[in-house]
């Protein structure tokens, strides 16, 4: 019995605790540390960075430019989001991954690749936080900066978006909630089952972090929060070829597979495939030559300059 008493003590004091640093997060937005920046560049790309005010922010964000160094007047490119993972920030993709490599022109006429500054938002309007309106910020402001500052195809035939991790989760949700915003959307790994992950004593503070992100247990908001619901009751019609994939090593992989059991069901354009390895860039490093491959197949080009 005194060890039962125990136990739930130490299960209410773990929810407490939980509750309190929870209310400490709601206060204000939850920024990644500062990482070291050594970006990768290819010859023939350049770098650019931009601070711009987002609307649906309330603050100025960063986020990182490549695209090819030589643009004919006139032409437009095509143009790729890509989207950090958890824990990281938005030199992500330029330090960790060999992307830069897919900008340069003599790759199909180039393309401008956008990494934008994520936080730990899984890219989606936090119910617990109405400042935090991280959908809205990639959705809107943006994308619009974007198309005002840079030689962009500013149509959903030249837009596309990608994923790691987190940024997998808000590539297939920007999908499902914005079907005429992107012809593609690619996933690394994504996580997309944080919705609906239970409660475990081990991570309390994760699930309520969940809760706060995503809205609480069992409501109609965190339903249409949750891509296993969403999709179940989206038209594929209209939604853009979705390319994911999974490492053979990775406790992802029962959700996504189950995710593209769903997509099969609904007849949806997709492609789901389970590759060698673990959650880290030597897995999807391997796989952005084939991810771009297919990318390429489902972007307008502009065409030559008038």
């Known amino acids: 019995m005194t060890s039962r ?10 929810l407490l605790l939980s509750a309190l640093l929870l209310v400490l997060y709601a206060s204000g937005p939850r920024v990644t540390c500062e990482l070291p920046d050594s970006p990768r560049l290819v010859g023939g790309v350049v770098l650019r960075d931009v601070i711009f005010r987002s609307k649906a922010l309330h603050r100025d964000m960063s986020y990182r430019v490549y695209l090819p160094m030589y643009i004919a007047p006139g032409k437009r490119l095509p143009v790729v989001y890509l989207l950090h993972g958890a ?34 938002s899984y890219y989606t309007n936090s119910v617990g936080n109405p400042k935090q309106r991280y959908e809205d910020y990639i959705s809107k402001d943006l994308i619009a900066d974007v198309e005002s500052r840079f030689p962009v195809i500013a149509a959903s035939g030249g837009r596309a978006v990608v994923g790691v991790s987190m940024g997998g989760f808000g590539a297939i949700k920007l999908a499902l909630d914005y079907p005429f915003l992107f012809a593609f959307a690619g996933a690394l790994s994504p996580a997309l089952d944080p919705p609906s992950r239970p409660f475990s004593l081990k991570r309390p503070l994760q699930w309520f972090y969940y809760r706060s992100t995503f809205g609480p247990w069992g409501s109609d908001i965190l339903h249409r929060n949750d891509p296993f619901r969403v999709v179940k009751s989206t038209s594929p019609d209209h939604i853009p070829h979705l390319y994911f994939t999974c490492g053979d090593r990775e406790s992802l992989l029962g959700p996504d597979t189950a995710f593209a059991t769903l997509l099969a069901r609904g007849h949806f354009d997709y492609e789901f495939h389970i590759v060698p390895g673990g959650h880290d860039w030597n897995q999807w490093n391997a796989q952005l030559p084939p991810l771009f491959a297919e990318l390429r197949r489902y972007l307008k080009p502009d065409g030559p300059p008038h």
Do not use: C, I
């Open 87 to 120: 824990g990281n920030n938005f030199h992500e993709w330029s330090n960790y991954s060999d992307v830069s490599r897919f900008a340069a022109s003599s790759f199909a006429g180039g393309l401008v690749l956008v990494m934008p500054e994520g936080n730990s």
């Open 5 to 14: 008493v125990s136990s739930l003590r130490r299960a209410a004091t773990a």
